[in-house]
């Protein structure tokens, strides 16, 4: 390759690489897949497994918060929150409700099957 060809694709791979590290304002920089994990260990908990959530269902609702700081990530998760509890019918409400209270984070994202993720 020539040395004007390596510059332009250099240059390409620079120019691609901030368009993905840079969101647009008001969109969600957060996937479901970063939702999903973070609140994988909070299922036997929320399917009515105990009093108490565990300690790593706990640390992943510490990641959920810290992962959405913006109210488009917010909004973004609690599609996600909802569309997970959607595939998982058994969910108690009132453990989902409470989770946030029992591992003591104000998330600001409501987790239940019937949230309106638009408020």
């Known amino acids: 390759m020539k040395k004007g060809g390596a510059v332009i ?12 590290l840079v969101a647009k304002p008001g969109e969600a920089a957060i996937t479901c897949g970063q939702v999903d994990s973070s609140l994988a260990s909070c299922i036997p908990y929320l399917m009515g497994g105990g009093n108490n959530p565990a300690a790593a269902c706990c640390d992943g609702l510490k990641n959920l918060k810290a ?8 909004r973004a998760a609690c599609d996600c929150v ?10 108690k409400e009132d453990a989902a409700s409470s989770l946030p209270t029992k591992c003591g984070v104000q998330i600001g994202i409501p987790i239940s099957k019937t949230t309106n993720c638009a408020k």
Request: glycine share 0%; no cysteine; charged share 15%.
């Open 82 to 91: 909802k569309a997970a509890a959607a595939r998982y019918p058994n969910i």
């Open 9 to 20: 694709s250099m240059l390409v791979v620079v120019f691609a690489m901030v368009q993905l």
């Open 67 to 74: 992962i959405t700081p913006t109210t488009a990530d917010r």
